[in-house]
């Protein structure tokens, strides 16, 4: 499932990475993250509810990408 915004010429942008919507690890509810900040080759997610922590390699690769086109 896709989760960005559609453009006026019907194109994609996708909200991840800056958006994410997972399982937190610890209380296994769903939130919304946001990246917080890299460590090392991963991304700490911060959720916005809860401020809650997640890694994730998927995120730090596509800011990755974003920054180093």
């Known amino acids: 499932m ?10 994609w942008f996708l909200l991840e990475p800056f958006c994410v919507l997972a399982d937190c690890p610890s209380c ?24 809650h922590e997640l890694e994730s390699n998927t995120v730090f690769a596509a800011l990755s990408a974003w920054l180093n086109p």
């Open 28 to 51: 296994l509810a769903p939130e919304l993250y946001y990246p917080d900040r890299i460590k090392g080759q991963t991304a700490l997610l911060k959720s916005l509810d809860r401020g």
């Open 2 to 11: 896709k989760h960005g915004l559609v453009d006026r010429n019907r194109e």
